[in-house]
């Protein structure tokens, strides 16, 4: 029972800091003042309207008694009242109204209903309180003739209401806005905090970053630029390390290969030349790891531009590429077109035929890449992303290389928030999803 309930405030709650804050402190502030309202309503403003009505109804049935036993001097009577109670009284034979004039849900007709129908029965009184502005019409069925009445409102109804519950609300809302500038003050630096970590966890510079806020909203900024600083530098350290390490080998490489030009043994010449170009290849396979890990700026491209620069990179008839117009996202152009690069050519080296298809979702990109090659067995899928492994069966992907290919298209797509799934295309080859958020 308390876990559905506890789940059902769960859903109901916003998730956002701000509005949850926001309710803590709207909530007693708005609960206090319907109790303080209801309860004024309730024993106070009511308890006085009912003997306010009641008093005015006893003046009421005091002058119509007195009116039918002595006629003679009315003038004198309604006179005395216009002048001491500023009554307006009429008295005629106008026939009685049948349709009733009193509103429903007003607190006021109800009462002046109740003390009326005490007073001179049903079907012989007749009020409204909306015909006029500051007073209350009302009629008394006396025989064969109509008693008019013209009372002010006050009469009938306390004043003060309206301006207590004025009194009452707008300090409430200004306390809210206040409230509301202070909230909105307190959770922008998480607000800022969160940015941040998003995008730092996609690759990009976090350089501009400052801690602000309370106390323990500046210690977890302060620690988590610390944090970014140590990831970077452990990053930089080891992308120069591995480029350092891979220009340095291509040196004593290249004095190898024109030592073994000199050789005269051609057989052997040529075999350790096979080696030391495969060598070549994986340095350059490094370095092209190293050169991923190299930060870059984060600026918005389009990817129509950027499948129509790699299609004229690859001048390839095999390639078809289908792009909807005006897909733009927030990403590293160099990081991407590397990254959709490296599957298109291990596409193009191992089937006939590959095609890309880029499609535009609510929030998202997809980008497909389907070929007719010999695909990778399904147990692989996981495995192929991992540094440095390769595939002894079917189809290597990383014959060429090292492995690293599509380690470097996980890492750069998980960089930009997104995400990648292997699969069998309808070319009967390999397909590659990507899922980008704009």
Same mark, same amino acid.
């Given at each position: 029972?308390?876990?559905?309930?506890?789940?059902?405030?769960?859903?109901?709650?916003? =998730?956002?800091?701000?509005?949850?804050?926001?309710?803590?402190?709207?909530?007693?502030?708005?609960?206090?003042?319907?109790?303080?309202?209801?309860?004024?309503?309730?024993?106070?403003?009511?308890?006085?309207?009912?003997?306010?009505?009641?008093?005015?109804?006893?003046?009421?049935?005091?002058?119509?008694?007195?009116?039918?036993?002595?006629?003679?001097?009315?003038?004198?009577?309604?006179?005395?009242?216009?002048?001491?109670?500023?009554?307006?009284?009429?008295?005629?034979?106008?026939?009685?109204?049948?349709?009733?004039?009193?509103?429903?849900?007003?607190?006021?007709?109800?009462?002046?209903?109740?003390?009326?129908?005490?007073?001179?029965?049903?079907?012989?009184?007749?009020?409204?309180?909306?015909?006029?502005?500051?007073?209350?019409?009302?009629?008394?069925?006396?025989?064969?003739?109509?008693?008019?009445?013209?009372?002010? =409102?006050?009469?009938?109804?306390?004043?003060?209401?309206?301006?207590?519950?004025?009194?009452?609300?707008?300090?409430?809302?200004?306390?809210?806005?206040?409230?509301?500038?202070?909230?909105?003050?307190?959770?922008?630096?998480?607000?800022?905090?969160?940015?941040?970590?998003?995008?730092?966890? =996609?690759?990009?510079?976090?350089?501009?970053?400052?801690?602000?806020?309370?106390?323990?909203?500046?210690?977890?900024?302060?620690?988590?630029?610390?944090?970014?600083?140590?990831?970077?530098?452990?990053?930089?350290?080891?992308?120069?390390?591995?480029?350092?390490?891979?220009?340095?080998?291509?040196?004593?490489?290249?004095?190898?290969?024109?030592?073994?030009?000199?050789?005269?043994?051609?057989?052997?010449?040529?075999?350790?030349?096979?080696?030391?170009?495969?060598?070549?290849?994986?340095?350059?396979?490094?370095?092209?790891?190293?050169?991923?890990?190299?930060?870059?700026?984060?600026?918005?491209?389009?990817?129509?531009?950027?499948?129509?620069?790699?299609?004229?990179?690859?001048?390839?008839?095999?390639?078809?590429?289908?792009?909807?117009?005006?897909?733009?996202?927030?990403?590293?152009?160099?990081?991407?077109?590397?990254?959709?690069?490296?599957?298109?050519?291990?596409?193009?080296?191992?089937?006939?035929?590959?095609?890309?298809?880029?499609?535009?979702?609510?929030?998202?990109?997809?980008?497909?890449?389907?070929?007719?090659?010999?695909?990778?067995?399904?147990?692989?899928?996981?495995?192929?992303?991992?540094?440095?492994?390769?595939?002894?069966?079917?189809?290597?992907?990383?014959?060429?290389?090292?492995?690293?290919?599509?380690?470097?298209?996980?890492?750069?797509?998980?960089?930009?928030?997104?995400?990648?799934?292997?699969?069998?295309?309808?070319?009967?080859?390999?397909?590659?999803?990507?899922?980008?958020?704009?």
């Amino acid at each position: 029972m308390f876990s559905g309930l506890n789940k059902l405030i769960k859903i109901i709650l916003p =998730k956002r800091l701000f509005y949850r804050a926001l309710i803590i402190v709207a909530a007693p502030t708005i609960i206090l003042q319907l109790i303080v309202t209801i309860v004024f309503f309730d024993s106070i403003w009511i308890k006085a309207n009912k003997n306010t009505t009641r008093a005015l109804v006893a003046q009421l049935k005091t002058i119509e008694e007195i009116y039918q036993n002595d006629k003679k001097n009315l003038d004198f009577f309604t006179d005395s009242y216009k002048n001491n109670f500023n009554f307006e009284i009429g008295i005629n034979q106008d026939e009685f109204p049948k349709v009733s004039g009193e509103r429903k849900f007003s607190p006021m007709d109800r009462s002046l209903r109740r003390e009326l129908k005490s007073a001179f029965g049903n079907n012989n009184y007749w009020f409204s309180t909306s015909k006029f502005k500051n007073a209350v019409e009302i009629k008394i069925k006396s025989e064969k003739e109509v008693i008019e009445f013209v009372i002010p =409102k006050e009469l009938v109804s306390a004043s003060s209401v309206r301006l207590f519950v004025l009194w009452t609300t707008l300090p409430s809302i200004l306390l809210l806005i206040i409230a509301l500038i202070f909230l909105k003050n307190q959770t922008r630096p998480l607000v800022k905090l969160a940015k941040a970590a998003e995008k730092f966890g =996609k690759g990009d510079y976090v350089n501009d970053f400052r801690a602000s806020g309370a106390a323990e909203i500046r210690k977890a900024a302060f620690e988590f630029d610390r944090m970014a600083k140590r990831i970077n530098r452990h990053l930089n350290q080891r992308s120069e390390m591995l480029s350092g390490i891979s220009h340095d080998l291509r040196t004593p490489l290249t004095r190898l290969k024109l030592q073994l030009a000199m050789l005269n043994q051609k057989d052997i010449s040529k075999n350790m030349s096979k080696d030391i170009d495969e060598m070549e290849k994986m340095l350059n396979d490094y370095l092209q790891f190293a050169k991923n890990k190299v930060q870059e700026s984060t600026t918005s491209l389009n990817l129509n531009q950027l499948f129509h620069q790699i299609k004229n990179n690859f001048n390839e008839e095999k390639l078809t590429i289908s792009c909807e117009n005006d897909i733009s996202l927030s990403g590293r152009p160099l990081a991407l077109k590397r990254c959709f690069e490296n599957i298109i050519q291990n596409g193009l080296t191992y089937g006939e035929n590959v095609k890309v298809e880029v499609k535009k979702g609510n929030n998202r990109v997809s980008i497909i890449v389907e070929d007719d090659g010999p695909g990778i067995p399904e147990e692989q899928f996981r495995n192929v992303f991992k540094p440095f492994f390769r595939l002894d069966k079917s189809r290597s992907l990383n014959k060429s290389g090292i492995g690293l290919g599509l380690a470097i298209v996980e890492d750069v797509v998980n960089s930009h928030g997104g995400n990648i799934q292997l699969g069998k295309s309808r070319l009967n080859g390999l397909q590659v999803k990507i899922s980008l958020p704009f």
